[in-house]
T-cell receptor, first 113, second 115 residues
Framework: KQEVTQIPAALSVPEGENLVLNCSFTDSAIYNLQWFRQDPGKGLTSLLLIQSSQREQTSGRLNASLDKSSGRSTLYIAASQPGDSATYLCAVGSGAGSYQLTFGKGTKLSVIP | EAGVTQFPSHSVIEKGQTVTLRCDPISGHDNLYWYRRVMGKEIKFLLHFVKESKQDESGMPNNRFLAERTGGTYSTLKVQPAELEDSGVYFC?????????????FGPGTRLTVL
């Protein structure tokens, strides 16, 4: 059974800092990994999708890496801004023939002006 | 292009009552998923439709939950009768094609409170 862990559960940084969010998963036989952002009371916004054959994906100030063999992914946010404050969720797709995503509990990020 | 929409945004019901949640996927998306997050837990998968067919319902908690997708467009999730532990946020997602690794797009969720 796939399990996804996100560390830390919460993170507070001053504006302008670069930061890294971590995601680990127990079963390395994944077919993709998605990073989402959730603002309070809102839905999930997809940030980056990494296929199992890829090592990283970039979008603007965001860079996500994937190391399947070690069961890890990181989300790097450059030059953080107060608007980046949100909960960041990692989800992996795995399981033979299964389309379901397995989520971590998320990291709540606060960027202090 | 409109995203995934869900209705209602909030629902408050008494234990034992029935509630029906609705999801409209992105137009043209054959795959539709239901997930939920209960208090303090991570988001968990409930089921997956391909068009009107249930492909995977391994996450459905019990037979008080019934999901339908008549005509392969919008979907409904009915909880009957609702119990206190059903409270949480119910998310719907959709993805486009037949690839297992297609990106899933999520709706805003329906917050269900059972009193």
């Amino acid at each position: 059974k796939q399990e996804v862990t996100q560390i830390p559960a919460a993170l507070s940084v001053p504006e302008g800092e670069n930061l890294v969010l971590n995601c680990s998963f127990t079963d390395s036989a994944i077919y993709n990994l998605q990073w989402f952002r959730q603002d309070p009371g809102k839905g999930l916004t997809s940030l980056l999708l990494i296929q199992s054959s890829q090592r990283e994906q970039t979008s603007g100030r965001l860079n996500a890496s994937l190391d399947k063999s070690s069961g890890r992914s990181t989300l790097y946010i450059a030059a953080s801004q107060p608007g980046d404050s949100a909960t960041y969720l990692c989800a992996v797709g795995s399981g033979a023939g299964s389309y379901q995503l397995t989520f971590g509990k998320g990291t709540k990020l606060s960027v202090i002006p | 292009e409109a995203g995934v929409t869900q209705f209602p945004s909030h629902s408050v019901i008494e234990k034992g009552q029935t509630v029906t949640l609705r999801c409209d996927p992105i137009s043209g998306h054959d795959n539709l998923y239901w997930y939920r997050r209960v208090m303090g837990k991570e988001i968990k998968f409930l089921l997956h439709f391909v068009k009107e067919s249930k492909q995977d319902e391994s996450g459905m908690p019990n037979n008080r939950f019934l999901a339908e997708r008549t005509g392969g467009t919008y979907s409904t999730l009915k909880v009957q009768p609702a119990e206190l532990e059903d409270s949480g946020v119910y998310f719907c997602a959709s993805s486009q094609g037949t690839s297992i690794s297609d990106e899933q797009f999520f709706g805003p969720g329906t917050r269900l409170t059972v009193l």
